[in-house]
């Protein structure tokens, strides 16, 4: 198969729009409404818990849905749309009292996630109807990590170019950021819109399940919640969401509060973790289809606990530092998004093989909740450990107490996190000659031939 046609191209290229927005949200949201609108910390995260919880609630009843869709299933990407503009919005300087900041802060904070949630579920689940086997899977998903490192450096270093560029032509700073987050939506439903022209129809047919065999919501998430391997991938999958995203998120405050810097050096850090990546990617992918995905996640997440914890040691006290800080984390992003997805697919298998019902989206969904409860609390996280620090909102500077805070909250705490994470995911029982044997049972079923899971007893 030719892993490098046009559709294959369009459809890995297809996560820029949410990867992009996701970043954008992540990186800069928390900071928008402490530092732009005003907001008390704790107020600030509740604004970001509760769109990213709204997400995790929506991403399994869409994916459930995804599963009964027997038209055109591109269609969810025309969601780039819609998503792209509510984003705008949510980076608007509002000139209200802070009730009504609040509720328009929450109600274009749920918007946003609504038509994100649309456009990410399907287009994940998507994957598994246009490419059959877990090594194609994991090459077309290297290849989208590989073009998600520049949506990585483009949601989370790019914005903060614009506004400071606009800033200095005598923009104001809050149509500066409104104008700065209006021409990346524009580029991103561009994109969205693309990438359903050319990925074609993609569709499947009905699968007529036996009466009373169809499942409602509730009851096929905790189905597949049965299965040990998912209950493991789940805790390796909050775990992880939440150490990672504290570090992003923690990035300006790092830098204003305790390396007192240009708020223009997060797009240098950005720009070195991306070259990292962009390096890391092509290996992690090599070697997950030589030897062991399991094992490759393994090795990379040890790499990155420990780095986090030397650099705590050391210090993150100037630029070299910083940089350090950045190329850590790059270890555990380009491994995690490498491999995420194509995890999500064997388990998919998994749950076909043992529970004999085909349902990639609710499956792949289901994982996407995890990931995304974890990154929906991460902000609320964040906020308490800035109180605990002694962060005060709004205050230019911070004492050397709060400064020394803010330095741990990126390494020691979010090592902490990562390490119940690798422990999960060495506890993961699939392995390499387990997705041999899924791939074959898999074409069995599927071909009407008869086929026994004796010899997958120890993943069941």
Known sequence: MNHFNKRNIMYALGILPESVLYNLIVTYLLVFLTDMAGLKALVAGAVCMFGSLWDALLTPYIGYRFDRWTHDRR???????PMSIFVVFLFVDVNFGIPLKLIYYLVFSLLTYTFFCLYAIPYYALCMNIFDDSEQR??????????????????SAVPILLISGLQKNGIGAGAAWALSFALIGILM????????????PVKIGKQNPAPGSDMGLLK???DIFKLKVVRRFSVFTFF????????????LYLIRYKLHMSDSILSLVQLFSVVCVLLLVPLITSLAVKYDKRKISIIFLVLMVAGLILMKGIGVNGLAELIGLGLVRALGTASFWTLFYPFSYELAELDELINNKRREGAVTSFIQTVQKIGTAISPQILSILLLISGFVAGNDQQTAAV?????SVSTIYSAGFLAVALAAIISYPVTKKHNRLLADKISQKRSNMEYRLDDLRDIM
């Open 403 to 407: 400064a020394n805070g803010i330095e």
């Open 138 to 155: 994991v090459k077309i998903r290297g290849l989208s990590s590989f073009i998600n490192a520049f949506a990585i450096y483009f949601g």
């Open 75 to 81: 269609m969810f990407l025309l969601s780039a749309v």
């Open 189 to 200: 439903a561009a994109v969205g819109l693309s990438t359903f022209k050319i990925i074609g």
């Open 240 to 251: 992880y969401m939440v150490g990672s995203t504290v570090i992003q998120m923690n990035y």
């Open 220 to 222: 096929t998430c905790f």
